[in-house]
Nanobody, 120 residues
Framework: QVQLVESGGGLVQPGGSLRLSCAAS????????MGWYRQAPGKQRELVAA???????NYADSAKGRFTISRDNAENTVYLHMNSLKPEDTAVYYC??????????????WGQGTQVTVSS
């Protein structure tokens, strides 16, 4: 069994910053790609940023230049540093990880979500 636990969401004013964290635990042999998605009310879940095990990154156009994804492989943790936040960044942010278990299976795991609200 694998768990992803997110933290770091909250209320921030426009132009502010937040750092989201997501720690994976459980039956883990290795972790391939990790990523952050978000879902705003009435909208579909969308990719925000992703990072491979080799630390190649991919960003949504809305995140480029403002958000930075990084990971600590020793701690099985992925981060999302968000700067210059806008009201349209308001959403529930979800962490996703492609986990290889000790028995060799690939487990697509999702976190429970953390709310980010950008408002004055």
């Amino acid at each position: 069994q694998v768990q992803l636990v997110e933290s770091g969401g909250g209320l921030v004013q426009p132009g502010g910053s937040l750092r989201l964290s997501c720690a994976a635990s459980g039956n883990i042999f290795s972790i391939n790609a990790m990523g952050w998605y978000r879902q705003a009310p009435g909208k579909q879940r969308e990719l925000v940023a992703a990072i491979t095990s080799g630390t190649s990154t991919n960003y949504a156009d809305s995140a480029k230049g403002r958000f930075t994804i990084s990971r600590d492989n020793a701690e099985n943790t992925v981060y999302l540093h968000m700067n210059s936040l806008k009201p349209e960044d308001t959403a529930v942010y979800y962490c996703k990880a492609d986990i290889v278990t000790r028995s060799g299976f690939v487990n697509i795991a999702w976190g429970q979500g953390t709310q980010v609200t950008v408002s004055s």
